[in-house]
């Protein structure tokens, strides 16, 4: 690859991971009642359209990772063939799923963590992280491999300026962990929750949720105060006091309750459709982390697109900022071995569509 076209690479990483602008993600889990285990999560970018692709990667499909100084770093070709979601470049998946049903996803985590400084002299085992998503589907089926896999490679950033990310790794088996890289060296959480947004770290998000020990479904009792009787205004006010805010603390709060809260359902299927219901609530409108007086860019939605994955049934399914029609890409009917590397755009056209009733 041409260094000049590494620079416009870089040009595009900055933009996209300016600290000013918005990039927030929000990550659930469910487990039908047939067993089957799906994780869901949003994509938050208010600076710009992301561009976003599908990607399918077939088994032994040549890549190369990017290094912070132009060269060429790690390269690498999948055992395991995989359909991701990527953003401003069809190398940078955010999330995806490998054939043996292993998810990965990498979420935003500003100020906090931080890479290994770069070796040109390790470069060969040197992986940028918004190549690790990729990298991982392709090469592990289970937890216990991606982390031996990790100890493996050095991680950095290809943009020393840009924000750090960390990351969600799940399997079949319902075994999920979150990867954070803290003074150069890779730590795992083992995240029985389930739940992941950005920033600050997932310990810090976990020792949170006891300031909210007061939540509950439902409605919360009368009190009586001397001769006043107190009583709820409606339903739901056991949950009085959750944040509301987009912050990843509240974000992370909300997502717990709402997820804790969920009624199982019977299948894999009526699970992804619960998971973007519960998703609906994080949608963040384009304008609201913008300062009075500053413009928003012309996008529908800060959350520009919302995905849920099946790793059981081995399906990934998408819904986006121009369309709210859930698709979906179905791994089982896709020969990885013969199947061509391709990426394709979210959408045809960068409009809802709307459908007309016809009265007679």
Known sequence: MKYKLQISLFFSV????????????????LTAK????????????GGSHLNSQYVIVPRGFEQQSYTPDGTNG???????????????QKEFVAEGLNETGLSAGLFYFPNYGKYEEYNPAQKANTISDLQLVPWILGSCK????????????????????????????????GR???????????????????????????????????????????????????????????????????????TPPSRFVRATFYQATAPQQETGLKTVLQCFQILNNFDIPIGIEYSPNTPPIDIPSATQWTSATDMTNRVIYYRTMHDSAIRSIDLNKINFTRVKYRAIPLNNVQQQPIIPIDIK
């Open 14 to 29: 900055i933009i996209y991971l300016q600290p000013q602008t918005l990039d927030a993600c929000t990550g659930i889990s």
């Open 142 to 173: 289970n937890i216990d491999e991606v982390k031996e896999a990790i100890g493996k490679v050095h991680v950095v950033g290809i943009v020393p300026q840009a924000s750090t990310v960390h990351w969600r790794f799940a399997d079949p088996s």
């Open 34 to 45: 047939d067993g089957s285990r799906i994780v869901a999560r949003t994509i938050e970018w």
């Open 74 to 88: 790690m390269p690498f070709s999948p055992q395991y063939g995989y359909v991701g979601i990527s953003v401003e």
């Open 176 to 246: 999920q962990v979150v990867l954070e890289i803290i003074n150069g060296k890779p730590v795992f959480y083992e995240n029985k929750l389930g739940v992941l947004t950005n920033s600050p770290g997932f310990e810090w998000q976990m020792t949170n949720l006891n300031n909210y020990v007061n939540l509950f479904p439902g409605m919360a009792s009368p009190q009586q105060l001397d001769d006043i009787k107190l009583s709820s205004f409606g339903n739901g006010s056991g949950f009085l006091g959750i944040p509301g805010d987009i």
